[in-house]
């Protein structure tokens, strides 16, 4: 049974930081594109970053300099360290492994306020 699990979301202060993790299980990891997502209220799902098992990564160009995607693949998790954060990074993040098939986790809401 395949499942993404992610943790750490939360209120946070606009210039504060937190960090997503994600745990997989169900599927061999590191075959697969781990990758972070978000949704705001009346928006569409957009990338956030996403990474290799060899190492590559993409990011969203918003985000460039403040988020840094890694993963262990010893652990079967996926980190979405998150710095420097403002208001119009809240949204819902979401996991995703992508392969032939893809998984989606449920989601964690990420609110950036005073």
């Known amino acids: 049974q395949v499942q993404l699990v992610e943790s750490g979301g939360g209120l946070v202060q606009p ?6 993790s994600c745990v997989a299980s169900g599927f061999t990891f590191t075959n697969y594109v781990m990758g972070w997502y978000r949704q705001a209220p009346g928006k569409q799902r957009e990338l956030v970053a996403n990474a290799t098992a060899d190492g590559m990564t993409n990011y969203l160009d918003s985000v460039k300099g403040r988020f840094t995607i890694s993963r262990d693949d010893v652990k079967n998790t996926v980190y979405l360290q998150m710095t420097s954060l403002k208001p119009e990074d809240t949204a819902v993040y979401y996991c995703r492994a992508k392969r032939w098939l893809e998984y989606w986790g449920q989601g964690t809401q990420v609110t950036v306020s005073s």
């Open 15 to 20: 210039g504060g930081s937190l960090r997503l």
